[in-house]
């Protein structure tokens, strides 16, 4: 098996955005730009010293929706697997 790094999980997100027709990038406004403005709806992976966790920015000033508790990097690589793998499935029977 694979080892998952950080850098697989950020991918994975940015795919799981792309899926759900979300912003892939966390901002809307360029680097250096006031005011800042969120992306709306955009799902970030957190990491810390305890783990990754999965959020969703809610908008300016509105904080974030938590989508999971803190998980190893291997819980996480599989609770990605299984999101894409249910929204694919969703998109296969709405056609």
């Known amino acids: 098996?694979?080892?998952?790094?950080?850098?697989?999980?950020?991918?994975?997100?940015t795919q799981l955005n792309e899926m759900l027709c979300r912003p892939t990038e966390m901002f809307a406004s360029k680097v250096g730009e006031?005011?800042?403005?969120?992306?709306?709806?955009?799902?970030?992976?957190?990491?810390?010293?305890?783990?990754?966790?999965?959020?969703?920015?809610?908008?300016n000033g509105s904080g974030t929706n938590?989508?999971?508790?803190?998980?190893?990097?291997?819980?996480?690589d599989a609770i990605l697997r299984g999101m894409m793998k249910g929204v694919s499935l969703q998109k296969q029977a709405s056609r």
């Open 1 to 13: 098996m694979q080892r998952v790094t950080k850098k697989s999980l950020e991918t994975q997100t």
């Open 34 to 59: 006031h005011p800042l403005i969120w992306n709306t709806d955009h799902i970030a992976l957190d990491h810390n010293s305890y783990g990754y966790q999965l959020e969703e920015y809610l908008g």
């Open 66 to 76: 938590n989508l999971t508790t803190r998980l190893t990097a291997k819980e996480m």
